[in-house]
T-cell receptor, first 113, second 116 residues
Framework: GDSVTQMEGPVTLSEEAFLTINCTYT??????LFWYVQYPGEGLQLLLK?????DKGSNKGFEATYRKETTSFHLEKGSVQVSDSAVYFC????????????FGTGTKLQVIP | GAGVSQSPSNKVTEKGKDVELRCDPI?????LYWYRQSLGQGLEFLIY????????KSGLPSDRFSAERTGGSVSTLTIQRTQQEDSAVYLC??????????????FGPGTRLTVL
């Protein structure tokens, strides 16, 4: 079956540090890949997405590149801010008749001033 | 426009009672998902509705859990004889018409269920 594996958190960084949150996947078909973010007290919202190999999704300074050869979709940001503190979820969705989305367990990021 | 709404936002109940959680998806969205998010855990898929097709119930943890979607819109998740381990945030999400693999899910704010 489909699965998503994320690095365990929590991740604690100082402001302006470089961020990487690893995400790898297994899929029975050809997936689209997503990163969702959940800020404290809020619902999940889409951060970025990529629909085919070598695509790069980007938003709010975050980037992730769809690497089919390594089945990875690592999230990166060059300089984190306190406001980036949240839980980040990697997810995949395989096209076809069944549109089930598979989420990773989430990685909590805490950025300290 | 209006997003996905869920009610109630918080529900405290006693062990053994039944509860109903409601989800109003974005108008016109044909696919609807229910997830459970337990404290410190990721999202656990519960059930999926797509148009008029039979729902995928493979994620429901026990026969105490059931869900329906009336008229292809509003959905209700019912938990019978609640247990303390049912305490979690229950999230609903929907996807627009003309489902494609890259369409994002739009999440509601969730219902926080506490079983005493």
């Amino acid at each position: 079956g489909d699965s998503v594996t994320q690095m365990e958190g929590p991740v604690t960084l100082s402001e302006e540090a470089f961020l990487t949150i690893n995400c790898t996947y297994t899929a029975t078909g050809y997936p689209s890949l997503f990163w969702y973010v959940q800020y404290p007290g809020e619902g999940l919202q889409l951060l970025l997405k990529a629909t085919k190999a070598d695509d790069k999704g980007s938003n709010k300074g975050f980037e992730a590149t769809y690497r089919k050869e390594t089945t990875s979709f690592h999230l990166e940001k060059g300089s984190v801010q306190v406001s980036d503190s949240a839980v980040y979820f990697c997810a995949l969705r395989v096209s076809g008749g069944y549109q089930k989305v598979t989420f990773g367990t989430g990685t909590k990021l805490q950025v300290i001033p | 426009g209006a997003g996905v709404s869920q009610s109630p936002s918080n529900k405290v109940t006693e062990k053994g009672k039944d509860v109903e959680l409601r989800c109003d998806p974005i108008s016109g969205h044909t696919a609807l998902y229910w997830y459970r998010q337990s404290l410190g855990q990721g999202l656990e898929f519960l059930i999926y509705f797509q148009g008029n097709s039979a729902p995928d119930k493979s994620g429901l943890p026990s026969d105490r859990f059931s869900a329906e979607r009336t008229g292809g819109s509003v959905s209700t998740l019912t938990i019978q004889r609640t247990q303390q381990e049912d305490s979690a945030v229950y999230l609903c999400a929907s996807i627009p018409t003309g489902v494609r693999s890259y369409n994002e899910q739009f999440f509601g704010p969730g219902t926080r269920l506490t079983v005493l």
